[in-house]
């Protein structure tokens, strides 16, 4: 069973930055292609980024320019590194396969206010 932990999440003000962590048990990283979602207050949950088992990287228009994923295979870790952070992130954020091969985790909240 693959168990997904988000972490660091937190209250941020608008032109801040955070970085995520995404730990995951009893995968390989460098088998699938994993990705961050958020879902936003009322709102579907959304795809933001990806990263492929050779590193490429794919991301929202909404976070491009600003969000950065990547993985440490090594750790079976996936980050998301996020600058110049908006109101309009304020959300939950998950990890998973592209396409949601695994049960979901918790999720990690990010809330950009002043």
């Known amino acids: 069973q693959v168990q997904l932990v988000e972490s660091g999440g937190g209250l941020v003000q608008p032109g801040g930055s955070l970085k995520l962590s995404c730990a995951a048990s009893g995968t390989n990283f460098r088998i699938y292609t994993m990705a961050w979602y958020r879902r936003p207050p009322g709102k579907e949950r959304d795809l933001v980024a990806s990263i492929t088992s050779r590193g490429y990287t794919n991301y929202a228009d909404s976070v491009l320019g600003r969000f950065t994923i990547s993985t440490d295979n090594a750790k079976n870790t996936v980050f998301l590194e996020m600058n110049s952070l908006k109101p309009e992130d304020t959300a939950v954020y998950y990890c998973?396969?592209?396409?949601?091969?695994?049960?979901w985790g918790q999720g990690t909240q990010v809330s950009v206010s002043s």
């Open positions: 998973n396969s592209l396409g949601q091969r695994y049960a």
